[in-house]
């Protein structure tokens, strides 16, 4: 259960995971001038978070002024499997629904990023209450057979059918990073900037990363 935040979040993110999130938060910093929050923002914040995600997986009430303090948008985990309820509490807030163009392209993503997590999590140094944050997450967007490709891929499109067809149209922009810039500002009535859109996060830069922070 999500209650009151107060004034604030002009755009909430109900695009699953590795669809362009690390991006559209970059995007949204830029366009909007505050922090947009995003399962990055759990780790910046040394987890402290994760209590307050894990009572709303289990059905507990929650003041979210804190954890959404300073910020005018929330996309990825663990905010956008709260969508609806987000949606609920910001009537006027943007839902940006952020899309792979196929869902084989968003599969080969995650099974090499975020699932590789999931499935090693002996071998990586995170909170254990992280790991079962995101089995909350995990099991309430895609079952338990979230390491079967084509039952995972099968879940992504439902969800994103689902959104499709619970948030009115004239609040949803279904949006791909390939994009850029221009849906996002038209709908928020912005300019466009002149600097190029951050596409960033990509596999390779993931992997990168998780390389590195795995180093001895």
């Keep these: 259960m999500i209650r009151g935040m107060g004034a604030g979040i002009q755009v909430i993110g109900a695009g699953l995971p590795r669809t362009g999130t690390r991006s559209l938060k970059l995007a949204l910093e830029r366009l909007l001038g505050a922090q947009c929050y995003h399962m990055s923002v759990v780790f910046e914040r040394d987890f402290v978070d994760v209590p307050a995600w894990q009572a709303a997986l289990d059905g507990q009430a929650v003041e979210w002024a804190g954890v959404f303090a300073g910020c005018v948008a929330a996309v990825d985990w663990p905010a956008s499997v709260f969508w609806r309820e987000l949606a609920d509490l910001y009537p006027d807030a943007l839902v940006v629904l952020s899309t792979r163009q196929d869902p084989q392209t968003w599969w080969r993503s995650a099974d090499r990023t975020v699932w590789?997590?999931?499935?090693?999590?002996?071998?990586?140094?995170?909170?254990?209450?992280?790991?079962?944050?995101?089995?909350?997450?995990?099991?309430?967007?895609?079952?338990?057979a979230w390491d079967d490709p084509a039952a995972a891929m099968a879940a992504y499109e439902g969800w994103n059918a689902d959104v499709r067809a619970s948030c009115p149209p004239g609040r949803?922009?279904?949006w791909d990073?390939?994009?850029?810039?221009?849906?996002?500002?038209?709908?928020?009535?912005?300019?466009?900037p002149p600097d190029s859109f951050p596409h960033t996060n990509t596999t390779e830069e993931w992997l990168a990363?998780?390389?590195?922070?795995?180093?001895?």
């Design 116 to 144: 590789s997590v999931m499935r090693r999590r002996q071998h990586v140094d995170l909170p254990g209450e992280w790991f079962a944050m995101s089995d909350g997450l995990t099991e309430r967007v895609f079952g338990e």
């Design 172 to 174: 949803l922009l279904e």
């Design 177 to 192: 990073a390939r994009a850029g810039w221009e849906p996002l500002c038209e709908r928020l009535g912005v300019p466009v």
């Design 209 to 216: 990363r998780a390389s590195a922070a795995e180093a001895p």
